[in-house]
T-cell receptor
Framework: ETGVTQTPRHLVMGMTNKKSLKCEQH?????MYWYKQSAKKPLELMFV???????ENNSVPSRFSPECPNSSHLFLHLHTLQPEDSALYLC??????????????FGPGTRLTVT | GENVEQHPSTLSVQEGDSAVIKCTYS??????FPWYKQELGKGPQLIIDIRSNVGEKKDQRIAVTLNKTAKHFSLHITETQPEDSAVYFCAASKTDSWGKLQFGAGTQVVVTP
């Protein structure tokens, strides 16, 4: 176990649904990340939060809405998704983010299927 | 922006043999290079990393080498075992980039007994 948990592990949702993904880290880290992993493509960074403040939004469509209420929790709110949004969504955390590059620790991911 | 290329995409080795995966990067400012292992149904797990002030790093059967001049780095796994079968990803990052990791496309390693 890496100290980063994600729920749910699997999610099937229709294009008109609203759902949320949850991530929790137990490592005392200050930075958290959302990544998208699609088949045959490199992991894509979506959002970066440092000390609960969003510091990076990697041109992600507005149907994905992140929320970081504290340094241990990260959410990804989903609404009106498209079938091409089906992927594995990974959460990661690191000690900090910004002036240096720190080791990132990943959760197991949420397998999302949009029907 | 940074671009990381990884080769090969698949690698089949006999148990006990060595495996080598190579990555190249484009941004000369990149200074942090982690390697991740991803098993089926799990998230990527950091297995080793190297920073640009070091040319080589070793941890038991795993080693990473970095050539800053040529902008490439490699993962070496010696005495491979069936449990080494997984997808391996290289990545690159740099200072003041908010931890942004640019990943390679991954290498599927299969170790046959």
């Amino acid at each position: 176990e890496t100290g980063v948990t994600q729920t749910p592990r699997h999610l099937v949702m229709g294009m008109t649904n609203k759902k949320s993904l949850k991530c929790e880290q137990h490592l005392g880290h200050n930075a958290m990340y959302w990544y998208k992993q699609s088949a045959k493509k490199p992991l894509e960074l979506m959002f970066v939060y440092s000390l609960e403040e969003r510091v990076e939004n990697n041109s992600v469509p507005s149907r994905f809405s992140p929320e970081c209420p504290n340094s241990s929790h990260l959410f990804l709110h989903l609404h009106t998704l498209q079938p091409e949004d089906s992927a594995l969504y990974l959460c990661a955390s690191s000690q900090d983010a910004g002036n240096d590059a720190y080791e990132q620790y990943f959760g197991p991911g949420t397998r999302l299927t949009v029907t | 922006g940074e671009n990381v290329e990884q080769h090969p995409s698949t690698l089949s080795v006999q148990e006990g043999d060595s495996a080598v995966i190579k990555c190249t990067y484009s941004d000369s400012a990149s200074n942090y290079f982690p390697w991740y292992k991803q098993e089926l149904g799990k998230g990527p797990q950091l297995i080793i990393d190297i920073r640009s002030n070091v040319g080589e790093k070793k941890d038991q059967r795993i080693a990473v080498t970095l050539n800053k001049t040529a902008k490439h780095f490699s993962l070496h796994i010696t005495e491979t075992q069936p449990e080494d079968s997984a997808v391996y990803f290289c990545a690159a990052s740099k200072t003041d980039s908010w931890g942004k990791l640019q990943f390679g496309a991954g290498t599927q390693v299969v170790v046959t007994p």
